[in-house]
């Protein structure tokens, strides 16, 4: 089963604009990440972001984490045409998981218009 | 190779066949994923390796999916007996590490699978 829900479920903006998409999850964890899929493609890590951390960045991406609230956020800043792709936020629970599995949301369909 | 590979990239099947599927991941990683995707739907957890042991099955669907790592490298996935709704893309990740921290996957770039 899913985690958690991602919202918008579809993101249509143009070239140069910022594009926020919102990830929420239900139990407890131990860090949450953001992958990107390209249409046909397999999923490519973007970033991670621990339980302890808050913030973090990275080249144009900017992550949030709010673990009272059980949600994240993704920024793309000054989105090109490439960007264009599904995004997806994935969690590994927290309390006593053994190993890396990572569970997934529905994820975000980002379109980019040049 | 540098990256995850699977083959096939494109199945097709009648219902009733067998298929497999194989996952070649990243040398010298110790964790191997199986994960189900459908159409428009975030991956689904399948099942779980660390070497050649398979720690975590607890996303098959049915007894008719298994899966193996007997050398604690190449994996298959095997679906017996093929139905419409096994069709879906069937994604392979690995991980150098296997500890409860966590850490990035490395994603294949699937097998879709159509069962007419």
């Known amino acids: 089963s899913q985690q958690g829900e991602e919202d918008p479920q579809a993101l249509s903006i143009q070239e140069g604009e910022n594009a926020t998409m919102n990830c929420s999850y239900k139990t407890s964890i131990n860090n949450l990440q953001w992958y990107r899929q390209n249409s046909g493609r397999g999923l490519v890590h973007l970033i991670l972001?621990?339980?302890?951390?808050r913030e973090k960045h990275s080249g144009r991406l900017r992550v949030t984490l709010d673990t009272s609230k059980k949600s994240s956020s993704l920024l793309i800043t000054a989105s090109r045409a490439a960007d264009t792709a599904s995004y997806f936020c994935a969690t590994i629970g927290g309390g006593g998981t053994s190993y890396g599995k990572l569970t997934f949301g529905q994820g975000t369909i980002l379109t980019v218009h040049p | 190779g540098a990256g995850v590979s699977q083959s096939p990239r494109y199945k097709v099947a009648k219902r009733g066949q067998d298929v497999a599927l194989r996952c070649d991941p990243i040398?010298?990683?110790?964790?191997l994923f199986w994960y189900q995707q459908a159409l428009g739907q975030g991956p689904e957890f399948l099942t779980y390796f660390q070497n050649e042991a398979q720690l975590d099955k607890s996303g098959l669907p049915s007894d008719r999916f298994f899966a193996e790592r007997p050398e604690g490298s190449v994996s298959t996935l095997k679906i017996q007996r093929t139905q419409q709704e096994d069709s879906a893309v069937y994604l392979c990740a690995s991980s150098y590490g296997s500890g409860s921290a966590g850490g990035e996957l490395f994603f294949g770039e699937g097998s879709r699978l159509t069962v007419l």
């Open positions: 972001i621990r339980s302890n951390e």
């Open positions: 040398s010298g990683h110790v964790s």
